[in-house]
């Protein structure tokens, strides 16, 4: 990939969060994610959590849409392709979402492109989950481990807040995250950030970090590349951040990648 290709964004920055060799794989092999069931599960839920909220922003009743909230679930669930997805749980989900989570969600947008250059960084872009009026930002997440009470200081949501202050001139107060534990009593559970110059200042140096090592990885495997060489990772050190994260990687070599940092034998741990 050329760097006048190159975009920074909320999943190119959670990658590296996540894996600095998942990082660098996904720039010179990338392929295809591998859908597994805690994935298809949450894609299925925001699935239906789209068509609830685009009623509820309206001020229709939840219960007006909710078989085509369910309805658009099970067509996630099919598109993915991941039989093992229990529709019951994904609807329990969507529908508990209205009842425990209480914002003004009048005006919200859902899903909204936004892409701007920014100094330091290039060309960046995301799509933000929910960006409530008030401008304030919040993502839904599906897990089996409820976020800690600082959970909401990630690079992701620092991101959104960077990306979206830099397009509009707007300040973000406050991001957070809607978390669906999937536990004996499931339930949504909030945990949320007040947006502060330091958060600012913290997110915009972590990615620019992202785009000097990118930058860096250019210059070094640029002539072994022109030879017709493999390019050498130099510029993301560092494995999974937890055994988990390999076992359904489409770079573990059990799964047909290169990666040469794959832990063998990882569990599904979170």
């Given at each position: 990939m050329s760097l006048e290709e190159f975009h920074v964004s909320k999943s190119a920055l959670g990658r590296m969060d996540r894996c600095g060799s998942l990082a660098w794989h996904s720039i010179h092999y990338k392929r295809p994610t591998i859908p597994?069931?805690?994935?298809?599960?949450?894609?299925a839920v925001d699935k239906g959590?789209?068509?609830?909220?685009?009623?509820?922003?309206?001020?229709?009743?939840?219960?007006?849409?909710?078989?085509?909230?369910?309805?658009?679930?099970?067509?996630?669930?099919?598109?993915?392709?991941?039989?093992?997805?229990?529709?019951?749980?994904?609807?329990?989900?969507?529908?508990?979402?209205?009842?425990?989570?209480h914002a003004d969600f009048a005006l919200c947008a859902l899903q909204e492109f936004v892409h701007t250059p920014i100094e330091g960084l290039g060309e960046c872009q995301g799509y933000l989950d929910i960006r409530?009026?008030?401008?304030?930002?919040?993502?839904?997440?599906?897990?089996?481990?409820?976020?800690?009470?600082?959970?909401?200081?990630?690079?992701?949501?620092?991101?959104?807040?960077?990306?979206?202050?830099?397009?509009?001139?707007?300040?973000?107060?406050?991001?957070?995250?809607w978390t669906y534990v999937r536990r004996q009593?499931?339930?949504?559970?909030?945990?949320?950030?007040?947006?502060?110059?330091?958060?600012?200042?913290?997110a915009y140096e972590s990615a620019a970090a992202f785009v000097r090592a990118v930058q860096a990885d250019e210059v070094l495997n640029r002539s072994r590349i022109e030879q017709g060489l493999e390019p050498i990772n130099y510029t993301f050190p560092g494995?999974?951040?937890?055994?988990?994260?390999?076992?359904?990687?489409?770079?573990?070599?059990?799964?047909?990648?290169?990666?040469?940092?794959?832990?063998?034998?990882?569990?599904?741990?979170?």
């Open positions: 597994n069931e805690a994935m298809a599960f949450g894609s959590l789209g068509v609830a909220l685009k009623a509820i922003r309206a001020g229709i009743p939840y219960a007006e849409v909710r078989e085509s909230a369910h309805q658009a679930a099970a067509e996630e669930i099919v598109r993915n392709g991941v039989s093992e997805v229990d529709i019951e749980e994904v609807r329990t989900a969507i529908d508990a979402f209205p009842e425990q989570v409530l009026a008030s401008h304030e930002i919040w993502d839904t997440k599906t897990s089996t481990k409820a976020k800690p009470a600082d959970g909401a200081r990630t690079l992701e949501l620092g991101f959104y807040v960077v990306l979206y202050e830099a397009a509009t001139g707007k300040r973000v107060p406050r991001v957070g995250y009593h499931p339930s949504w559970t909030e945990v949320s950030l007040e947006v502060t110059d330091e958060f600012r200042r913290w494995g999974a951040r937890w055994p988990g994260l390999c076992k359904t990687c489409e770079h573990n070599p059990a799964n047909g990648g290169v990666c040469r940092l794959a832990i063998e034998g990882g569990t599904n741990g979170d």
